[in-house]
């Protein structure tokens, strides 16, 4: 079993900054994809970043380059710094973990465990 819970969201206004932090408890950290998500309003969840045991990192198209995850295997924690943030990036962001195959890991279904969720609403 791996606990997750996020924390760091807020209300900012459009091109602030945001960073989030999910922290895990339970099984070995490193061994899985640490992924975020996130779920506006009578929308799908989507996703938005994850990164592998490796280091290695992969966005959505609408958040590239303004958003980087990391993580601290040591800490068992992952962040999402959030930049140049927009109207449409406003939701509720989830940390999830799991062992998705490359071709999969944008998929929550593949994700095992996950946060509560923090809210993130970009607004003037």
């Known amino acids: 079993q791996v606990q997750l819970v996020e924390t760091g969201g807020a209300l900012v206004q459009p091109g602030g900054s945001l960073r989030l932090s999910c922290e895990a408890s339970?099984?070995?950290?490193?061994?899985?994809?640490m992924a975020w998500f996130r779920q506006a309003p009578e929308k799908e969840r989507e996703f938005v970043a994850a990164?592998?045991?490796?280091?290695?990192?992969y966005y959505a198209s609408s958040v590239e380059g303004r958003f980087t995850i990391s993580r601290n295997n040591i800490e068992k924690k992952t962040a999402l710094q959030m930049n140049s943030l927009k109207f449409d990036d406003t939701g509720t962001y989830y940390c999830?973990?799991?062992?998705?195959?490359?071709?999969?890991?944008?998929?929550?279904?593949?994700?095992?465990?996950w946060g509560q969720g923090t809210q993130v609403n970009v607004s003037s």
């Open positions: 339970g099984q070995p950290f490193r061994d899985y994809t």
């Open positions: 999830a973990a799991g062992r998705p195959i490359l071709s999969a890991l944008r998929m929550a279904s593949m994700y095992y465990y």
């Open positions: 990164i592998r045991y490796n280091g290695a990192t």
